[in-house]
């Protein structure tokens, strides 16, 4: 069984610049969500899609934003790139919620680097 | 608030040493669920364990082991005679119910234990 799959695993951006990072769930999960690391903040919660609709969202301003297709397959964008934007995105998906008691399996993420 | 405390940043042992690792959390839920991952230098964060909050029997996995306590919140997890393959980061996650309505897929993190095995 196909894990949780992310790209691009690499990117370098310049300030001000967009990005737009993509996640294929494993298959038959419908709910995905997205973490930011960076060393200072640590592991931080984005935002999460299920069934198409954001259904939670973390305390990241507009800039970051995200949605999710009929298939499941999620993407996440980012506007107007920060140097602070800089981090490990990391992607994962469940069958339907952890808060259900469903395990969140992770990808192994995107390092974006904003120079 | 949600909160998971991780008071070790960093250890270091020799090999076939056991190791505990040690998790305290905070939370207003009655039903929570823990978790614990592991993420080697690749970054990817690969699940170990779940635990639900009405189940305090403690598992033992191959090398792995965990113990679970409610009266003390905390979700402790033991490397017996450590390998080298085990250096990585390990965090320990809580989820959370009682800030959102309906279900949810945020989990709070600790901020990790970075574990070194040496040969």
């Known amino acids: 069984k196909a894990g949780v799959t992310q790209t691009p695993r690499y990117l370098i951006k310049t300030r001000g610049q967009q990005v737009t990072l993509s996640c294929s769930p494993i298959s038959g999960h419908r709910s995905v969500s997205w973490y930011q690391q960076t060393p200072g903040q640590g592991l931080q919660f984005l935002f999460e899609?299920?069934?198409?609709?954001?259904?939670n969202k973390g305390n990241f301003p507009g800039r970051f934003s995200g949605r999710q297709f009929s298939n499941s397959r999620s993407e996440m964008n980012v506007s107007t790139l920060e140097l602070g934007d800089s981090a490990l995105y990391l992607c994962?998906?469940?069958?339907?919620?952890?808060?259900?008691?469903?395990?969140?399996?992770f990808g192994e993420g995107s390092w974006l680097t904003v120079v | 608030a949600q909160k998971v405390t991780q008071a070790q940043t960093e250890i270091s042992v020799v090999e076939k040493e056991d190791v505990t690792l040690d998790c305290v959390y905070e939370?207003?839920?009655?039903?929570?669920?823990l978790f614990w991952y592991k993420q080697p230098p690749s970054g990817e964060l690969v699940f170990l364990i779940r635990r639900n909050s009405f189940d305090e029997q403690n598992e033992i996995s191959g090398r792995y082991s965990w113990n679970f306590q409610k009266s003390t919140s905390s979700f402790n997890f033991t490397i017996t005679a450590s390998q080298v393959v085990d250096s990585a980061v390990y965090f320990c996650?809580?989820?959370?119910?009682?800030?959102?309505?309906?279900?949810?897929?945020?989990?709070?993190f600790g901020k990790g234990i970075t574990l070194s095995v040496r040969p």
């Open positions: 996650a809580l989820s959370e119910t009682s800030t959102y309505t309906g279900a949810n897929s945020k989990l709070t």
């Open positions: 899609y299920f069934s198409e609709t954001q259904r």
């Open positions: 994962a998906s469940s069958l339907a919620g952890v808060s259900l008691g469903n395990t969140i399996y």
């Open positions: 939370t207003r839920d009655t039903t929570y669920y």
